[in-house]
């Protein structure tokens, strides 16, 4: 989580979802303890995910762990709690990017977590959250009874047509012109 960024289109980033993997030390006997490496985790699903930033960032500073399908029995994904708070504690108004380190959509993130993501989301009307997903299905499931007016719900759409994703986009609207950027286009309009 980061109170400030360099990214372009917002003003901070969230990661409340955070996955750990138990490492085994070189060396290491049967039932030694294990080191503890808190990242993230995601799973690419589409041409899209090939650049993603946030898989080098993990590999170093993270888990260590390329994003892959194929690891998501080695991590165990949880809400952590000081950085689900951040938000609350922010009192000037700012555009919050939320799982740039994931994708909160993800089948791998129960709706309990999001529950509690959207529950932070609601407390905090001071606040403009960005949401983008390359899973735009579960997103808009999720969503559909919510009333989301102070959030920007979209799915990054790369330009690559996919059979059965992004057939019926439509252009943006929204009353934040500084976003979307190229890619994402609302949600709502699926």
């Known amino acids: ?14 990661n409340p979802i955070r996955a750990v993997r138990a490492v085994k030390l070189p060396g290491a006997e049967p039932g030694d303890l294990a080191e503890m490496k808190t990242g993230w985790h995601c799973e690419k699903v589409s041409p899209g995910c090939a650049k993603c930033y946030a898989e080098p960032m993990n590999r170093r500073l993270g888990t260590g762990l390329p994003y892959k399908p194929g690891h998501r029995g080695d991590v165990d994904i949880f809400v952590d709690e000081r950085a689900l708070a951040a938000p609350l504690k922010w009192r000037r108004p700012r555009k919050i990017f939320v799982g740039s380190m994931t994708d909160l959509f993800a089948d791998f993130v129960t709706d309990e977590m999001l529950d509690r993501v959207f ?20 997103m808009r499931n999720y969503v559909r009874a919510l009333n989301a007016r102070n959030d920007l719900v979209t799915a990054s759409i790369e330009g690559i047509q996919i059979p059965g994703r992004g057939s019926r986009r439509r252009p943006a609207r929204s009353e934040n012109r500084d976003w979307p950027r190229a890619s994402p286009q609302r949600l709502a309009r699926f």
């Open 119 to 138: 529950a932070v989301m609601a407390l905090c009307p001071q606040h403009v959250f960005q949401l983008l997903t390359k899973r735009p299905k579960r």
């Open 1 to 14: 989580m980061a109170d400030r960024t360099s990214i372009e289109w917002t003003d901070a980033s969230w």
